[in-house]
């Protein structure tokens, strides 16, 4: 059993193959469910200068705003669409800092022909995406105030804004650890991420487990094994699995070390969503 319900396609900025191309390769795996969620990174529907009141920090790309506003319906309409040729397809969006930007998410939400949301956070507010940053040039202080703003923002996207599922909660280790070998004590934010976990709990919202990390320097998933347990400790079940591929080669890649881990971790079934909705498959 294969689903996977965190993809891109040539629709969001950073990723190459195109919706077509993605569902064919679908087919061919042979996926249960498959959902497209391409970007939506609300923030950047605003002008620069409404983005970043202190000043464009170092690090931002101009060329990642064009045309980002027409990006994501444009997506939820071809991938609404492709639907009725392919009819395990989802049609989801990725949509990153709802509150930086209300009126953005409420414009997509809006949309009927949403299947699936996944709630992310790649950026904290007035700043640029955690890709972009250069975490080697920072003290480990800097460091520690930057993950504790990060997980403060998450959890009041968890209390406030509207999602199925929390996207790649431990999202900038991908970087901070991964690319740059800088360890960090995520002890310190035991509490909040609690705090986040039974608010997702009680909201009835869940959380992924993003396989990206799996190839790529980081080497495990985002969240890991830990967080997934604490989750289930704090009355969460409903969990989702996603490749965050970017690209054909990477669709499914990492699902079965994905699954394999939700069981380990306690969890009998994985959950996905049709018009908003869950729906559960026994791993």
Excluded at 11 to 22: N, T
Excluded at 46 to 75: H, K, N, Q, T, W
């Amino acid at each position: 059993m294969l689903i996977d319900l965190h993809t891109h396609t040539s629709f969001s900025p950073d990723a190459k193959s195109s919706p077509e191309e993605m569902c064919a390769r679908a087919a061919e795996l042979g996926l249960e469910r498959f959902a497209v969620t391409d970007h939506c990174d609300c923030n950047y529907w605003l002008p620069a200068e409404e983005m970043f009141p202190g000043g464009i920090p170092e690090g931002f790309r101009d060329e990642e705003m064009c045309g980002v506003r027409d990006y994501a319906p444009a997506s939820i309409r071809r991938i609404a669409e492709l639907k009725e040729r392919y009819p395990f397809l989802l049609c989801g969006i990725e949509l990153g800092q709802p509150l930086q930007n209300p009126s953005a998410a409420e414009q997509i939400l809006a949309m009927d022909e949403l299947d699936f949301v996944i709630g992310s956070h790649h950026m904290n507010a007035g700043c640029a995406d955690f890709y972009w940053m250069d975490y080697r040039s920072m003290d480990i202080s800097g460091i520690y105030r930057l993950l504790e703003t990060c997980f403060e923002e998450i959890c009041q996207m968890c209390r406030n804004a509207d999602f199925d599922t929390l996207g790649h909660l431990t999202y900038p280790l991908r970087y901070i650890v991964g690319d740059c070998g800088i360890e960090v004590d995520m002890h310190r934010y035991d509490d909040i991420i609690r705090e986040i976990f039974r608010t997702l709990a009680e909201r009835g919202r869940g959380i992924e487990i993003n396989t990206s990390g799996l190839r790529q320097k980081y080497g495990r998933t985002l969240p890991d094994a830990e967080y997934v347990r604490l989750y289930k400790e704090c009355g969460g079940e409903i969990l989702t699995v996603g490749s965050d591929a970017h690209c054909t080669a990477d669709l499914a890649a990492g699902i079965p070390e994905g699954l394999a881990l939700a069981a380990e971790c306690g969890f009998k079934y994985i959950a996905f969503f049709e018009n908003r909705r869950a729906g559960f498959i026994k791993i």
